[in-house]
């Protein structure tokens, strides 16, 4: 079996916890920020977890993670 290639682009944008979930980082957060409020913008820092439904294809994606 040979080996599985990373997808590179993925993995620049999410790591592993320590319990093997996949964490990425919130969309919204580049630009036009002026129009979003404060409240919004603190809650967009946070990083979070990929949704359960997303799993298995970002496994595929990232076999090493």
């Known amino acids: ?4 290639k ?3 682009a993925v993995a620049k ?3 592993a916890t320590g ?4 964490k ?3 969309a919204n957060k580049q630009h036009i ?4 409020n404060s409240k919004r913008l603190r809650g967009l820092r946070k990083a979070t977890v ?3 439904t997303n799993i298995k ?5 990232l076999p090493y993670i």
Do not use: F, H, Y
């Open 13 to 15: 944008r999410v790591s």
């Open 1 to 4: 079996m040979p080996k599985l």
């Open 19 to 22: 319990t093997g979930k996949i």
């Open 33 to 36: 920020l002026t129009k979003k």
């Open 6 to 8: 990373t997808r590179k």
């Open 50 to 52: 990929v949704d359960s």
């Open 24 to 26: 990425r980082t919130k």
């Open 57 to 61: 294809a970002m496994k595929k994606e």
